[in-house]
C-alpha cells in the first residue's frame, strides 16, 4: 500500500506526462483553477454512478467505473493540494479530529433541554405566544 506521499508523487507523474502532451499539441497544462474545473466535471460523473449504484441509473461496468472515477477524484485532490501548498495529511487528520470532537460532544439544544428542565430553573416561555403583559 502506498502512503499519501507516495500517492502524490505518482500523480505529479501523470499530471507531467500530460503537461508534456499538451506541449507537443502545442496548449499549454492546466493551471490549478482547470484543474479545480477538472476535478467538478469528475464528481459530477462520479455522481452519475452512485445514482447508477443506487438503481436510478444505467451503467455498464459499474464497479470497474465507479473505482476509476474515485480514482480520478483523489488524483485532482491531490494535485489541488500540492498546487496550493496544503498539507494533506496533517489537514485531513486535523479536520477528522475536529469533527469527531463535534460529534461525540453533547449537543447544546440537548444540553439546554436538560438543564430547563431542573427545578431549580425557570421554565421555558413557548416562542409561539408573546410574553403576558404585552
Known amino acids: 500500500m502506498l502512503t499519501l506521499p507516495e500517492l ?5 507523474k501523470i499530471r507531467a506526462l500530460y503537461a508534456a502532451q499538451a506541449r507537443r499539441q502545442g496548449t499549454r497544462p492546466w493551471k490549478p483553477a482547470e ?3 477538472g476535478f467538478v466535471g469528475d464528481v ?7 445514482m447508477a449504484k443506487s438503481g436510478l441509473r444505467p451503467a ?3 464497479d470497474a467505473a465507479l473505482a476509476h472515477e474515485l480514482a480520478d477524484c483523489l488524483w485532482s485532490v491531490l494535485l489541488l493540494a500540492r498546487a496550493y501548498d496544503v ?7 486535523a479536520t477528522m479530529n475536529v469533527l469527531e470532537r463535534k460529534l461525540r460532544a453533547p449537543r447544546r439544544s440537548q444540553t439546554a433541554r436538560t438543564s430547563l428542565a431542573r427545578p431549580d430553573r425557570p421554565a421555558p416561555r413557548s416562542r409561539s405566544a408573546p410574553p403576558s403583559g404585552s
Open 8 to 12: 502524490t508523487a505518482r500523480a505529479e
Open 35 to 37: 484543474l479545480a474545473q
Open 44 to 50: 459530477g460523473d462520479l455522481m452519475k454512478l452512485v
Open 60 to 62: 455498464k461496468n459499474l
Open 87 to 93: 498539507d494533506l495529511e496533517k489537514s485531513f487528520l
